[in-house]
């Protein structure tokens, strides 16, 4: 209920400031557009819809302070909460003398009473309470929204455009009202003008003193609620302290579990970063953790939760952090760095975080480099290697495939982790082809350069392995371990064996449906493997069927 209800306020806000705008025009205006304004805000059924989502709102802000576990929170959550809290209290003066002092004496709203009362009693105090209030409301919306809207795929290209807008507002707004407020003060001026200016709006003594003792006691109980709402976290903060179940965080930190607060909550409550974009809502998945021992015990995702995971393809034992609330001994491990942004958790298969998959793996490599660079520059080496792996590069892409690494002159590539075997076997075949015919571009090109011709040998096999991220900081992505990798980087090795540019295994010949009984065929032993492998031999990859 927080969204709607925030929306429903925010365009309150919203239209009130292009009320104000209005005075930089005239102060007519502004009266006229304030008619305009109490229609639609102050009549039925917009005054229920405005007051219930004012009452909603600060509700659901008092139940989410009084059910947090503990109060380490991020730079925007702090200062939303902040400014949202300190909404109501810079607000009761002007609700009390304006919307309840009409209601119960009668008292006239129209803009040049208040801006009388704004602008010209207590030296103006009024009206800089009044611009900070707009600036704290707005300030609260605008955080609000944007927290919301950056899931959003459209938000990146929207952003320079709302953000100028978010500017753009306020700034009139205030301009607006700050020569209203001059237009006033200079009517002000002139002898008797407030005093006709009150008789006429029914301002007595006693609803003067009746607003400002209301304001004074609404913003007592409003401490004092808060307060207690803030007493339900430190209870529970107390609590765990008692001894209880424990988050084992990846195994390295034992962590006391709070009662009733999620994994997220916990962790972050001992001061471990933990990526969380949208605020531990169960929108962004940044904070999604792997579950170990222990995770018997939690109970199946919620509908909203299951969404998420389903939009991410995350496997089995994956979990939201901000969604779980152990209330036993259970092991978690993040799998987003703290740093993870948006972007990052809109999208996320499922073998990111690892899995056996069947893939074809390539392993291809230049031959006789070492010589070729001995008496080059570096910078000729650079040249030469990075032409070279663009060249290889587009190709495996071309073809569908995905390069894992570049390894000194040699590349690894990965085809069909999204696809399956047999696609991939017949990508890899094809990324050959294309590799092939470039490098043969690539030799025309510098041939003046070169004393003789590049070349190179590809291994391909297809089968099992692990699938995954790995790394560290900066230097991490996908890529795959296992007896499969291990085999095409051998069959790669045989290259210089056979004296041919491809090794590929029987195996991923028959996944990829190709005829290549031309070639010759060979069983060898690989070490590592318990069993001999069939391979075809291909001299010339240009020999290759189509």
Known sequence: ??????????????????????????????ERGLGLFILVWEKQPGLILLSAAFAVHIANALASIWQRRSFRLKGWQAAQLGLGLAVPILLAAH?????????????????????????????GTGAWAQALLVLVAW?????????????????????????AAALLLPALALAGFVSAGMQVSALAAQPGWMEALYRANKLTPEARAFAEN???????????????????PVARMLLARRGGP?????DSRVLDIIPGATALE?????????????????????????????????????????????????????RLACQIRPVRDLEVTPLLPPTATAREGFHGPGHRHGQEREVAVMFADLRGFTQLSEHRLPYDVVFLLNRYFAAMGQSIEEAGGQVDKFIGD????????????????????DAARRMAARLAELNQALASDLKEPLRMGIGLHV?????????????????????????????????????????????LIDHAGADLSAFRIERVAIRGRGNDLSIRIVPEIAELPV
């Not at 471990?272 to 998945?285: D, F, L």
């Not at 040699?410 to 075949?429: I, N, P």
């Not at 089968?463 to 230097?475: F, N």
């Open 246 to 250: 424990k988050l084992y965080y990846r």
């Open 463 to 507: 089968g099992p392995a692990i699938v995954g991220e790995m790394g560290y900081g900066g230097v991490k992505g996908l890529t795959a371990v296992g007896d499969t990798v291990n085999t095409a980087s051998r069959l790669e090795g045989l290259c210089k064996t056979y004296t041919a540019e491809l090794v590929v295994s029987q195996d």
């Open 1 to 30: 209920m927080r969204l709607p209800s925030g929306l429903v306020l925010f365009v309150f806000l919203a239209s009130h400031l292009l009320n104000h705008a209005a005075g930089l025009i005239s102060l007519d205006v502004m």
């Open 139 to 163: 300030g609260h919306g605008c955080i609000g929204l944007h927290y919301w809207l950056r899931l959003k795929p459209w938000y990146g290209r929207a952003l320079p455009y709302l953000y």
């Open 95 to 123: 609700v009390f003398g304006t919307v309840i002092a009409y209601e119960v004496f009668g008292v006239g709203t129209p803009y040049r009473y208040v801006l009388a009362r704004l602008w010209v009693e207590g030296g």
């Open 410 to 429: 040699g590349v690894m590539a990965l085809f069909g982790v999204e696809s399956g075997r047999d696609a991939g076997s017949r990508q890899a075949l």
């Open 214 to 232: 209301g304001a004074l006691w609404t913003r007592l109980a409003i401490l004092a609620v808060v307060l207690a709402a803030f007493a339900g």
């Open 266 to 318: 916990i962790i972050r409550a001992a001061g471990i970063p933990q990526a969380m974009v949208c605020g531990g809502r169960g929108r962004c998945s940044t904070c999604r953790v792997r579950i170990g021992t222990g995770g018997e015990h939690l109970p199946p995702p919620s509908p909203e939760e299951a969404r998420v995971l389903q939009r991410i393809g995350a496997p089995e034992g994956v």
